[in-house]
């Protein structure tokens, strides 16, 4: 039998928040968005407050990595702190292409705190039509 710990003047759910708070500051995944056109695979993910030279992108084996870290600039010992929400730390993000790339042509971008990675295709993923003959 284990003994649990009676404290009667904790918030409900301030365990709960200091958790949740404690588990996301240490696994951040930024968001994606994957989408192809008819020429190319492109990804775009929020960046924002993180400075670019921060940031590594790589394939590998038809995957996408982004890894990288961010930092809060200044700390500040002598504030009394109400809340303290912004913290530095790293990140990474995987997600697998939908298609074959051609992956030494890959161009990634920052604008606006959004990362823009933009990869063409490889020529055997891109489709093609093939004209049907008719015979009479």
């Not at 990288?68 to 912004?86: L, W």
Request: aromatic share 8%; charged share 30%; no cysteine.
């Amino acid at each position: 039998m284990s003994i649990i710990k009676w404290a009667p003047f904790l918030e409900p759910f301030e365990e709960m928040e200091k958790f949740m708070s404690d588990a996301s500051s240490r696994n951040y995944a930024p968001a994606v968005d994957v989408y192809e056109t008819a020429d190319s695979v492109i990804i775009e993910s929020p960046l924002a407050g993180v400075d670019p030279n921060n940031v590594e992108v790589s394939i590998e084996n038809d995957t996408l990595s982004i890894k990288g870290q961010f930092k809060k600039e200044s700390e500040v010992d002598d504030k009394n702190y109400y809340r303290k929400e912004i913290s530095s730390g790293s990140f990474y993000r995987s997600v697998a292409l939908p298609s074959k790339v051609e992956k030494d042509k890959a161009v990634a971008e920052s604008k606006d705190g959004l990362l823009k990675i933009t990869i063409p295709k490889a020529p055997e993923s891109k489709p093609t039509s093939i004209k049907i003959s008719v015979t009479k």
